[in-house]
């Protein structure tokens, strides 16, 4: 069975930091692509940030030179570091495993930046 448990959400400060974890089990953790993505009330789900297999990663551009996300194979997990967090950088932020046609995400972790 495959999991993926997000956790590190929570309520920050404006300019604040967080730090979200993604454990992965149930999947060869070092040959799939992982990715953070968020939805905010009303909107569609987007992407945050990926790295592959490589290392190679990418961001949104809302988020590039504040958000860091990084992986770490031998414990099956994925971050994403945010710093100089805005209040539009709140939402719901899932992370997602994908290999080919194979795709599973994670239940979710909520981000609130507020005063």
């Known amino acids: 069975q495959v999991q993926l448990v997000e956790s590190g959400g929570g309520l920050v400060q404006p300019g604040g930091s967080l730090r979200l974890s993604c454990a992965a089990s149930?999947?060869?953790?070092?040959?799939?692509?992982m990715g953070w993505y968020r939805q905010a009330p009303g909107k569609q789900r987007e992407l945050v940030a990926s790295?592959?297999?490589?290392?190679?990663?990418n961001y949104a551009d809302s988020v590039k030179g504040r958000f860091t996300i990084s992986r770490d194979n031998a414990k099956n997990s994925v971050y994403l570091q945010m710093n100089s967090l805005k209040p539009e950088d709140t939402a719901v932020y899932y992370c997602?495993?994908?290999?080919?046609?194979?795709?599973?995400w994670g239940q979710g972790t909520q981000v609130t930046v507020s005063s």
């Open positions: 997602d495993a994908r290999l080919n046609r194979y795709l599973y």
């Open positions: 790295i592959t297999t490589g290392g190679i990663t």
């Open positions: 149930g999947i060869t953790f070092s040959i799939y692509t």
